[in-house]
Every structure is written in C-alpha cells, then in structure tokens.
T-cell receptor, first 115, second 110 residues
Framework: DTGVSQNPRHKITKRGQNVTFRCDPISEHNRLYWYRQTLGQGPEFLTYFQNEAQLEKSRLLSDRFSAERPKGSFSTLEIQRTEQGDSAMYLC?????????????FGPGTRLTVL | DAKTTQPPSMDCAEGRAANLPCNHSTISGNEYVYWYRQIHSQGPQYIIHGLKNNETNEMASLIITEDRKSSTLILPHATLRDTAVYYCIVRYQGAQKLVFGQGTRLTINP
C-alpha cells in the first residue's frame, strides 16, 4: 500500500523538549498538508506545501513550530520547547494537482503527549 | 468558507440507510459540499463531494437541496464499519485547506 505514512505513530515527551515528526506522502502527490486534532474536535489546518514551497500557514502555527518539505517529497514538522497544550494528534495529508476536487488523503497521524 | 451545522450524534441500525444532515445556509455559488469521515484512531477519509446536483459513488449518495442551503449524506446499507465521525465541509474549488467542524458521531448498532 502506498498511502500516506507518518512516523512515529506515538510520541511521549517532557515539557520543554523538541520533537520532530515525519510524513511521507503518496508518491507523486505534489501537495502536502499538516493538521492538528485535539480530543473531541475536528482537525485544524496548520500549513500547506506545494512541492517544496510552503504556501500557507495558519495562525495556529506559532514560532515554536516549523515545517519543511525539502525536495518536495517527505515533510517534517518540528515543535520546539513543547508545552502541554501541544498534546494532540498531528495529521498529514497529500493530494495531487490532477482532478478538480483536490481530494486529500490522510495518514494515520502521530499522537503527541507532552508531560 | 461557509459555516456548517451538523447534529452531534446519530444512531442507525445495521442494514438500514443512514441519513446524515448538514446545514450550510451561507454557502456561496462556487462553494462545494464535501463529506469526510474519521473512523476511530484513523485519519479522515474522503467520501463524496458535490456542487448542485445529487451525486452517488460506491460509498454514499449526496443530496443537495435546490437552494443549496442544506445537504444529506446517505449511506444506503449501513454496516458496523460505518461507525465514525462524519464531517460536512464547504469549500471553494481550488481552496487548499479543509475546515472541519465537530461533525456527527454516527453509531451503527447491530
């Protein structure tokens, strides 16, 4: 299966530590998205890449968050100096430019717990 | 993006049709209606989308009212595996981000 993959699936860290998550999109999908989902809520958009260019960032993406997509393939999301409020599921999605409706395919997510 | 309103939860018997409503009274003419679902511990999954006409695919049917202010997602023969949170999303064609609300938690009962 060549769906969207995310690693790690679970991450437990102490407050103040840095964490990095990885997303591998579906092969040849040029668009990649990051969302965050807290318990009982729908996913919230964080940022979007087209190829290697980061084209949109939500105000939710504070200075402690940084996302990259070198070479337009996999992407990483780093959170510096984690806070307990960062505890959430971090979802990655990808889509192809083809098609008019831009269906997004989601990965299984990385669940972050900040102690 | 227009706001959507969905009931927080619904129940349906296995084998029956599940009809999930969504209100989007402020939808504009070039906004599409999308439905995604999220099964527990998984990422959201695209189901169907439409603009004006009713749509059907292998997963579901989408009925959009003539004034486009509301829609209904129909799962014709619900199974236990259809238990999930269903999200109705209104989005401009070409817009990149999806704006999720809280969705409807659908429980299929045996």
């Amino acid at each position: 299966d060549t769906g969207v993959s995310q690693n790690p699936r679970h991450k437990i860290t102490k407050r103040g530590q840095n964490v990095t998550f990885r997303c591998d999109p579906i092969s040849e999908h040029n668009r990649l998205y990051w969302y965050r989902q807290t318990l009982g809520q729908g996913p919230e958009f964080l940022t979007y890449f087209q190829n290697e260019a980061q084209l949109e960032k939500s105000r939710l993406l504070s200075d402690r968050f940084s996302a990259e997509r070198p070479k337009g393939s996999f992407s990483t999301l780093e959170i510096q100096r984690t806070e307990q409020g960062d505890s959430a599921m971090y979802l990655c999605a990808s889509s192809s430019r083809e098609g008019s409706y831009n269906e997004q395919f989601f990965g299984p997510g990385t669940r972050l717990t900040v102690l | 993006d227009a706001k959507t309103t969905q009931p927080p939860s619904m129940d349906c018997a296995e084998g029956r049709a599940a009809n999930l409503p969504c209100n989007h009274s402020t939808i504009s003419g070039n906004e599409y209606v999308y439905w995604y679902r999220q099964i527990h511990s998984q990422g959201p999954q695209y189901i169907i989308h439409g603009l004006k006409n009713n749509e059907t695919n292998e997963m579901a049917s989408l009925i959009i009212t003539e004034d486009r202010k509301s829609s209904t997602l129909i799962l014709p023969h619900a199974t236990l595996r259809d238990t999930a949170v269903y999200y109705c999303i209104v989005r401009y064609q070409g817009a990149q981000k999806l704006v999720f609300g809280q969705g409807t938690r659908l429980t299929i009962n045996p």
